[in-house]
């Protein structure tokens, strides 16, 4: 216990001493190239409002509402802020498959699926799932969601599907269970990253597994881009992008 609080305490002090220069960074300041620069402006820290957003809002208040009455342990709910970010990104690159690596609740996974009523998820819940909560949150969009038992049938699954439909991946993980987890998602990412996908990684400073799993597909990568807020980050694998790294505030 004590190693991962020391984790997560450089991880914050590293966020601090970089902050001015992850802020100027956020103002498009030293971004060179136009696609990093419309993403950062435009998708990250676009400030104005999408149509998604009071339904996002809704669903939000409704697990709050519902995760209360769960016993024993609870997940903390994605931010309304995170949840959004999701959208506008599935909306930059509008997936219509998409993969996703854990949940609580189930509002990241309507955030991703309400870009479009033909999108279509294949889900690993997790260990942190909360079922009652999770089917209820995702009811109206249950006919366009599977869900596997094992995160090795979701990610076989998920290759299969986008290989016989010529589709780029866009996967999300929320959380990793053990290090057989780790493993099987690190294998579906690089995959996804050879295949010009892009991958969005959540909850780095709150889960160890997660934070090494971004660190080791961030120094393997020989294209593409990686942006992230020591929190998320959010890895983009085009071939015609140079290799770039961003560390911004978002």
């Given at each position: 216990?004590?190693?991962?609080?020391?984790?997560?305490?450089?991880?914050?002090?590293?966020?601090?001493?970089?902050?001015?220069?992850?802020?100027?960074?956020?103002?498009?300041?030293?971004?060179?190239?136009?696609?990093?620069?419309?993403?950062?402006?435009?998708?990250?820290?676009?400030?104005?409002?999408?149509?998604?957003?009071?339904?996002?809002?809704?669903?939000?208040?409704?697990?709050?509402?519902?995760?209360?009455?769960?016993?024993?342990?609870?997940p903390k709910l994605i931010s309304r802020r995170s949840a959004k970010?999701?959208?506008?990104?599935?909306?930059?690159?509008?997936?219509?498959?998409?993969?996703?690596?854990?949940?609580?609740?189930?509002?990241?996974?309507?955030?991703?699926?309400?870009?479009s009523d033909s999108s279509r998820m294949m889900i690993y819940k997790?260990?942190?799932?909360?079922?009652?909560?999770?089917?209820?949150?995702?009811?109206?969009?249950?006919?366009?969601?599977?869900?596997?038992?094992?995160?090795?049938?979701a990610t076989a699954a998920y290759r299969k599907a986008c290989g016989?439909?010529?589709?780029?991946?866009?996967?999300?993980?929320?959380?990793?269970?053990?290090?057989?987890?780790?493993?099987?998602?690190?294998?579906?990412?690089?995959?996804?990253?050879?295949?010009?996908?892009?991958?969005?990684?959540?909850?780095?400073?709150?889960?160890?597994?997660?934070?090494?799993?971004?660190?080791?597909?961030?120094?393997?990568?020989?294209?593409?881009?990686?942006?992230?807020?020591?929190?998320?980050?959010?890895?983009?694998?085009?071939?015609?992008?140079?290799?770039?790294?961003?560390?911004?505030?978002?």
């Amino acid at each position: 216990m004590a190693c991962l609080r020391c984790v997560k305490m450089n991880r914050r002090l590293k966020l601090y001493l970089t902050a001015l220069k992850r802020y100027k960074r956020s103002k498009g300041f030293g971004i060179h190239s136009p696609f990093a620069f419309m993403f950062v402006l435009r998708v990250l820290r676009e400030p104005l409002a999408y149509y998604a957003y009071s339904d996002i809002d809704t669903r939000r208040a409704m697990a709050a509402s519902l995760a209360n009455k769960v016993e024993g342990r609870r997940p903390k709910l994605i931010s309304r802020r995170s949840a959004k970010m999701l959208f506008r990104i599935a909306c930059y690159f509008h997936p219509s498959q998409l993969l996703q690596v854990g949940t609580s609740y189930g509002v990241s996974t309507i955030a991703l699926l309400d870009v479009s009523d033909s999108s279509r998820m294949m889900i690993y819940k997790g260990r942190e799932a909360h079922d009652v909560v999770y089917d209820e949150i995702t009811r109206r969009y249950s006919g366009r969601i599977i869900s596997f038992a094992t995160l090795a049938g979701a990610t076989a699954a998920y290759r299969k599907a986008c290989g016989d439909m010529s589709l780029s991946p866009f996967i999300m993980v929320n959380a990793l269970d053990d290090t057989d987890a780790f493993t099987e998602c690190a294998d579906v990412i690089a995959w996804a990253l050879q295949s010009e996908g892009v991958v969005v990684v959540r909850n780095l400073m709150r889960s160890p597994l997660v934070g090494k799993l971004f660190s080791q597909v961030d120094s393997s990568m020989d294209h593409g881009m990686t942006f992230t807020n020591g929190r998320m980050a959010v890895i983009v694998g085009f071939r015609h992008l140079p290799r770039q790294r961003f560390n911004l505030w978002f």
